[in-house]
């Protein structure tokens, strides 16, 4: 769960937050930190939250197959329909933002 994120870019972006993972029993099992850049066709500055649910225990190994939910399709979603491992889950969206990119995103386990 990352409770804020900030996003900015013109041309060249990044975005930054900090979060906690919690485990299947609702535990505490780390804090991380979230880091993104982009480059593209892109202007705007933003903040949002992002909850990611890994749904199998290899998906603690994050790769490229992650899906992004909309609002209007999490509202539809079953536990058959689920198919992937890892799920985002952005809401609560301020600010604006827009733009064609690429971006690469990295989660960071902070030491306490």
Known sequence: MFPDIAKAGFLVGAQGGD???FGPDG????????????YGLQAGA?????????MTPGALNLGPSVVV????KAKSMTTTTLQSDVYAFIYGQEGLMAGLGVQGLKITKIKP
């Open 19 to 21: 979060g906690v993972m």
């Open 27 to 38: 535990k505490v099992m780390g804090y991380y930190n979230a880091t993104a850049l982009s």
């Open 46 to 54: 933003q903040s949002f939250h992002q909850a990611i649910f890994m």
């Open 69 to 72: 939910i909309d609002e209007g």
